[in-house]
């Protein structure tokens, strides 16, 4: 793992095709993989096991709940699919 701070996270976040309305604090590169924000860990494991045809997937903001975040989970999560030229779509609710 390598780690790369930096002060520009919107920018990396485009650069790997994630719409800005859809981005969060948060970005991984996971084998081909752009992973956003805090995705639950069973979810990474499918999209590498599955290995779909996209760019990656994204968990907008910071949801309350959501692995490394304080509070109560208020309601299922939805992560989304990352494609270039294409809107997201649901790849997975927890």
């Known amino acids: ?10 920018q990396i976040s ?12 948060h970005t991984a590169f ?9 995705v639950p860990i069973d979810v990474v494991n499918r999209l590498l096991e599955e290995r779909p045809e996209i760019a990656g997937v994204t968990l ?10 304080g509070g109560a989970k ?8 990352v494609e270039e030229g294409v809107s997201p779509t649901v790849y997975a609710v927890e």
């Open 1 to 10: 793992m390598e780690v790369k701070p930096t002060h520009d996270l919107a």
């Open 14 to 25: 485009r650069d790997a095709g994630i719409r800005d309305d859809f981005q969060c604090c």
């Open 30 to 38: 996971v084998d081909d993989y752009v992973v956003s924000g805090h």
């Open 60 to 69: 907008p903001g910071m949801p309350l709940g959501s692995p490394g975040m």
């Open 74 to 81: 208020q309601e299922p999560f939805k992560i989304y699919t």
